[in-house]
């Protein structure tokens, strides 16, 4: 799975994510494809909510991560499921791969400018 760094930005994060589950090379030249991210300071942390669908209420995200006010990333979820030292045994790839290396590492998550709107790239 390589090796983890000691810090992601968002906006990487989101393309890897947008590349992974979003079909951007079946959109029309006009056409583009809306995402859901969300990201809250609570509770003394950061929470980032992301969904390849857009308008998405945060418990309906796919991807969840907690933030200590550090950006360390102290916990992640893709699809309600808690990463734990198990995770790796069911295989890893892309995005999910990324965050499950952010977990363990307990990377920073750098909130950088960040995109909700893509495009085709074969259109750019």
């Known amino acids: ?37 969300i990201v809250e300071n609570k509770y003394g942390g950061k929470y980032i909510y992301i969904d390849p669908e857009e308008d998405q209420d945060w418990y309906r995200c796919k991807y969840r991560l907690t933030l200590d006010n550090d950006l360390t990333v102290t916990r992640a979820e893709i699809n309600d499921r808690a990463f734990d030292n198990k995770t790796i045994m069911g295989g890893l790839y892309g995005a999910d791969a990324t965050i499950f ?12 400018n960040y995109q909700t709107s893509f495009t085709n790239p074969e259109y750019e």
């Open 1 to 37: 799975m390589g090796t983890a760094k000691e810090e992601y930005k968002l906006s990487e994060l989101i393309n890897e994510i947008v590349e992974q589950d979003c079909e951007l090379n079946e959109l029309h030249y006009d056409d583009y494809k809306e995402i859901t991210v």
């Open 101 to 112: 290396k952010m977990w363990t590492r307990k990377s920073k998550l750098i909130i950088d």
